[in-house]
């Protein structure tokens, strides 16, 4: 209900909370560009063309599933494998959207709309834009940063390949991680946030060596939102209804 | 040829799915114990994410310079300090570190 109060100025607001979203998101999106350049390579390697491997980028916006494809592809497997493991790789996004839409304002179209740029990244970064912002409009400014970046990489990878040896060997691999701690620092107001997060980290720390990619961050997230469902107050000693997901925790001053 | 075009388009077609069910299926509810489970599952989602992207390697769990790199960044955010900043101390730190090693 929150987002009622500021009707009146509310088309010079939205700009603002893309613009928000698209600015926070240009340091990661450097590295979104060099990380699809190293797909674009690798993909026509593997003899997938020009065309597919930026079509992939576009479409589907998901390294790991764009590599896992990749994978089958190249080894000629089954079609059906790829399909589970993009599924696998991304069951997480039903959690993180729902995050998302919770602290969003619009019709369910409109929302899902928004969601169709979801990443870790641009959830991320959604997720540490101030709380005056609207959820899906900083969504779509980061999300759109980072699908473009991705994209032109992976243009610029299958046209021209990449000299360079991808991230790693410029440190800008830590960028991504490093933005999901700036990120979790922010969200840290409570004892039991701090609990989560360390059960969830945890649970994935102990998950990468024997779960399928993917699985390790989803189990982390269910488990934590089990116990978070069980520890819902009754009904109306709340003060949190109208405000949603996460991001209710810094209230906008005045 | 075509096997690429088809597996291109269903591996976009999951992926999508998998971003507009939540919203699709929840509407304008916002049911107050999903709220509740989500306020947790976001910090623990980001743990999840960093531990993953800090010390995974395929299966492997490991530790080389991005740990240095991630751990210079949290001292930025830490004094909350701008994301960019954090960011680019979590780069050059990373970058440094490989370097010298």
Known sequence: MRYRRREGSARRL????????SRLMLPVAAGDVLDGMVFGTLAAAAGLGRLAPVV???TSFSGSAQYALLAVLRDHGSIGAALLAAAALNVRYLAMSAAVVTSTTGSRWLRAARCLVLTDESWAVTNGSDTS???????????????????LGTAVGVIVGTGLGGTSQLGLDAAVPALFLWVLRGQLTQRRDVAAALGGG???AALV????????????????????????????STAVTGTAGS???REPGG | MTGIWIATGAVAAIC????????LLLGQRQPPRLIHALELAVPALLAALIVTATFGSG??????????????GGLVALARKPLLLALVVAVATTALVRALT
């Open chain 1, 14 to 21: 939205s700009n603002r909370d893309f613009l928000v979203g």
């Open chain 1, 56 to 58: 992939m980028s576009a």
């Open chain 1, 133 to 151: 912002a609207d959820a899906g409009r900083v969504l779509v400014g980061a999300g759109l940063t980072e699908l473009l970046a991705w994209t």
């Open chain 1, 202 to 204: 945890v649970l994935a």
């Open chain 1, 209 to 236: 060596p024997v779960a399928p990619p993917g699985v390790p961050v989803l189990a982390a997230g269910l488990a934590a939102a089990v116990w978070g469902a069980c520890q819902a107050p009754s009904k109306g």
């Open chain 1, 247 to 249: 991001r209710h925790r």
């Open chain 2, 16 to 23: 999508t799915l998998m971003r507009v069910s939540a919203p």
């Open chain 2, 59 to 72: 299966h492997r769990l490991v530790i080389d310079p991005r740990l240095a790199g991630v751990a210079a």
